[in-house]
């Protein structure tokens, strides 16, 4: 999404900005119904499988057995890491990388299996994965394990195989950046999260039900009653997948009376974290689709980086001592990207302020001040040095004994909900 040059763009290039935004998610949704009209069996998925990742250790179990399912033809390909244009914290992500992709296996039916390697073992079986048939890969893939480089033999220390640079280039001219992921027909899926979307898209294309997909995303139902269990929230006033997961999240904490704390950081562009266009265009389109999924109106946006961030957060103390600080967020998202409202001036902002059931009069006093700063500064410390995490919506769940479970983004409230169970002795 990251298509302003700048962290406060002046209007016109605002305005700009938010008229291509809006166009990606609109040629996006015409591309989803030509695929439907068009598109015949079998269907070409072209598989991106990085030897140490994880979630692409995974996603190659995953695959087998779509494999069988479907009239798909596989052809997969090696790719390395994504740079670090795309990936600003490798260390931290191949950590998180790890980590999450062992919480989210057995909620699969699927088992991680780990092994440490070298940067030569890691060289050697790409090699060696790319000399295999095609439809010999994805079991060869899974035989290999995910693969965890050893201590102190970092990535940046590891040779690129010719065959991997091939892949590399395969999945930068079809616009992406990262392992774990499947093209179909333009449309890319990242990790387990989005199969039971390209699934759905299978079952359209062969005229089969979809109430029983080999991979459907778990519930977000929680338990009953979590109100011993404590829940923070970091949500940010600029992120599209904040937009369709804040709201979803309230509800689960609402639905369980888990004790919540609301912890907004700053966008991660405007906290220094880069960007490219393609992963701009990726968010976009993906947050569409998982609105989709969902039913969430998503969308008719205006972009809100910048000062209309930093003047929502200005008003964000006096929303809370209004006991309305949850209701203030959800209106400024819901209004900034589903409604096509432009918090950049007072007019946007009175909208929000009144669709949030307060008064803009009153508001209007506490605009601009900078009381809000040392509390998401404080906030932001707390997601980068407490949780090792970097992106929102991020979440940390703990218990009266001081156990915590942390993870990022709109698709991991179910896990949330699963950890609530857990925690819970359920």
């Known amino acids: 999404m990251n298509l302003a040059s700048t962290n406060n763009p002046p209007a016109p290039l605002r305005y700009l900005t938010s008229l291509a935004e809006r166009r990606m998610v609109k040629r996006y949704r015409a591309h989803q119904n030509a695929i439907r009209a068009s598109t015949k069996p079998p269907f070409r998925l072209d598989y ?9 250790y995974l996603v190659a179990l995953a695959l087998r057995q779509i494999a069988t399912a479907y009239p798909v033809d596989i052809q997969s390909h090696v790719v390395s890491p994504p740079d670090s244009m795309n990936a600003p914290e490798p260390a931290l992500l191949h950590e998180y990388a790890r980590r999450d992709a ?39 893939a899974a035989s290999f394990g995910a693969l965890i480089e050893t201590p102190k033999t970092g990535a940046a220390t590891r040779t690129t ?18 392992s774990a992921t499947v093209c179909f027909e333009g449309n890319w899926y990242w990790g387990l999260d989005r199969l039971y979307l390209l699934e759905s898209l299978l079952c359209e294309l062969c005229d089969r039900p979809s109430d029983h997909l080999l991979f459907p995303r ?25 937009a369709i997961g804040f709201d979803r999240a309230i509800a689960l904490a609402k639905s369980t009376g888990v004790q919540l704390q609301i912890r907004p ?15 701009g265009r990726y968010i976009m389109t993906d947050t569409a689709r998982e609105a989709d999924a969902y039913g969430i109106p ?49 007019h946007g902002l009175r909208q929000i302020v009144e669709f949030a059931g307060l008064s803009w009069p009153e508001g209007k006093k506490h605009l601009d001040t900078n009381q809000w700063v040392a509390e998401i500064e404080e906030n932001q410390r707390v997601l980068v040095d407490e949780l090792g995490l970097w992106g929102v919506p991020s979440f940390r769940l703990r218990d009266a004994e001081g156990r915590t479970f942390c993870t990022w983004g709109q698709d991991r409230i179910w896990l949330v909900a699963a950890e609530m169970k857990r925690l819970m002795g359920q």
Not at 48 to 56: E, R, Y
Not at 222 to 241: M, N, Q, V
């Open 102 to 140: 062992g919480q989210i296996a057995p909620h699969y039916g699927l088992i991680m299996d780990t092994r440490e390697a070298s940067a030569t073992d890691i060289e050697r079986c790409e090699v060696e994965l790319s000399s295999v048939p095609q439809d010999q890969f994805l079991d060869k």
């Open 265 to 279: 950081v700053l966008p991660m562009v405007m906290r220094g974290v880069p960007a490219t266009m393609a992963k």
């Open 48 to 56: 991106f499988h990085q030897v140490d990742d994880p979630h692409s």
């Open 218 to 242: 778990p519930t977000e139902s929680g338990p009953e009653d979590a109100s011993k269990l404590s829940l923070e929230i970091f949500p940010s006033l600029r992120s599209p997948y904040t």
């Open 298 to 346: 998503f969308g008719d946006l205006y972009d809100p980086i910048g000062a209309p961030v930093r003047r929502a957060y200005s008003l964000y103390p006096w929303a809370r001592s209004m006991n309305r600080e949850i209701e203030f967020l959800s209106s400024f998202l819901v209004n900034a990207f589903s409604r096509g409202v432009n918090a950049a001036n007072n």
């Open 161 to 178: 195989s010719p065959p991997t640079r091939e892949g590399n280039k395969l999945r930068r001219r079809l616009g992406h950046f990262s």
